[in-house]
């Protein structure tokens, strides 16, 4: 995985920063700690585990929005999942 | 510090929608030596900075500099005559073009400044940024020059649009069409003359640097932020500071090809598809927002005063931490119409000489 999301600086409050380009980003609901955990070296299991632990969801729903999450942050070109 | 109190001339007074530096630079200097002098040398009375709160304490008019070195250096005689300045920080990019040549002139009269030869002035210059960034290993965009109408549209269709039609000194305006550019060219040439220059637009994010170069290819330090909100001007009224060690990179190879002595600006890029940065302009000068890193712990203005002042290289100042951030507010300023008779007046002796009525003509009750 080569990334710059493990460079963002990240607040409580759902705010990152990129220091190197000066981008600004808001996180909402789960997105900030599956962020650390990205941060942190956590693979998709990992990030799954968190989202069934965490969240009333089943596994189905929540693989499908890990997937949308993980596909925004690829486009964003923040992350780059590993090949 | 251990600078004694010096008294400095600063100039480029105004804020406003457009801000020129002085003003700030005032702000810095008083933050790190509450008690100096300041004198501010102002083109006009209407220069904000004048009647603001802890500005200069004394203000003289100066001739433009247009005018030429000799009227400039009349002036400043006359002015050291009434405040003898020892330590002069010009600020604007038309009278350090001038002011670049008259290194001689100031060394004679004990004044202390930190300016560029002309050549190196005019290798940073707009229409030589090509060469300037082929030496130093950097891009900009595709750029081209034009001295008239016609010209400028022929090269506009070479180049293709949208592009950036710019003064040598000032002012910008962006074309995306030949109507634009027609319109753009004879405006810009009509006010500043020419050359004018023609330059690729190219999109993405807008960063400006700015530091002090020591004049042997390095410099005393730098400050780089990425402008957050632009006026439609394209000025930025906001910005935040950045470590990127490209950027600074980028920076450090231009400071070096030039062996940049003094304050600088440098405004860059990052080209959205290729995520290169690219040169857009090299400002000789500090820019407008040089208080926000003194804010910071990073006083460059005062780092320079204390370089002028002691001849020896002064202790790095600090990096900016990325992610603290600076918004432009701007406040009103009261003056009073007696001293704005009062520069008239005693600033430009001559203007009312002829007059004896003058006095009663320029002052109005309190």
């Known amino acids: 995985m080569t990334t710059i999301l493990e460079n963002l600086l990240l607040n409580d409050r759902g705010i990152a920063f990129d220091p190197a380009t000066g981008e600004t980003y808001r996180l909402i609901g789960p997105a900030v700690h599956l962020v650390r955990l990205l941060q942190r070296g956590a693979n998709n299991d990992d990030l799954l585990r968190y989202l069934l632990e965490e969240y009333a969801v089943d596994e189905a729903t929540a693989r499908r929005d890990l997937e949308v999450f993980l596909g925004t942050l690829e486009q964003m070109k923040l992350w780059e999942e590993a090949a | ?134 030496f130093s290993g950097v891009r900009v965009p595709p750029t081209r020059i034009a001295s008239d109408v016609a010209e400028a549209c022929k090269v506009g269709d070479e180049l293709g649009y949208p592009l950036f039609v710019k003064g040598p000194y000032y002012d910008a305006r962006a074309a995306h069409n030949f109507t634009q550019l027609m319109t753009a060219a004879a405006h810009l040439l009509s006010e500043w003359g020419q050359p004018i220059i023609l330059q690729r637009r190219i999109s993405g994010p807008e960063f400006n640097v700015l530091g002090v170069g020591d004049g042997e290819g390095g410099w005393f330090g730098h400050c780089c932020i990425r402008k957050t909100q632009l006026s439609d001007k394209g000025k930025g009224l906001s910005g935040i500071t950045v470590a990127d060690a490209h950027l600074s990179k980028f920076c450090a190879r231009l400071v070096h090809e030039l062996k940049w002595p003094g304050p600088f600006e440098i405004e860059v890029i990052r080209e959205e598809s290729t995520g290169e940065y690219v040169l857009i302009e090299f400002n000789p000068r500090f820019p407008a ?78």
Request: hydrophobic share 45%; proline share 8%; with cysteine.
């Open chain 2, 1 to 134: 510090m251990s600078v004694s109190s010096p008294c400095i001339a600063v100039s480029g007074l105004h804020r406003g929608e457009n801000p020129q530096p002085g003003a700030a630079i005032i702000r810095s200097l008083r933050r790190r030596f509450p008690h100096i002098h300041i004198v501010g040398l102002a083109y006009d009375v209407m220069e904000s900075g004048i009647y603001a709160e802890n500005g200069p304490d004394d203000v003289h008019l100066m001739p433009y500099p247009a005018s030429g070195s000799h009227a400039l250096l009349d002036r400043i005689d006359a002015i050291r005559r009434q405040t003898p300045f020892d330590l002069f920080i010009p600020t604007l990019d038309a009278e350090i073009e001038v002011f670049a040549a008259m290194h001689d002139d100031f060394a004679a009269r004990g004044i202390r400044t930190w300016l560029p030869t002309v050549n190196v002035l005019k290798r940073r210059a707009k229409q030589h940024l090509p060469l300037l960034a082929k």
């Open chain 2, 289 to 366: 927002w040089i208080d926000f890193p003194s804010m910071l712990g990073a006083n460059f203005a005062a780092l320079l005063v204390e370089f002028l002042q002691t001849g020896e290289r002064p202790a790095a100042l600090p990096d900016c931490a990325p992610g603290s951030f600076y918004v432009r507010h701007q406040i009103e300023v009261v003056g009073d119409i007696n001293r704005y008779a009062d520069l008239l007046k005693g600033e430009l002796p001559g203007l009312f000489a002829d007059d004896p009525g003058a006095d009663t003509k320029t002052k109005f009750p309190a």
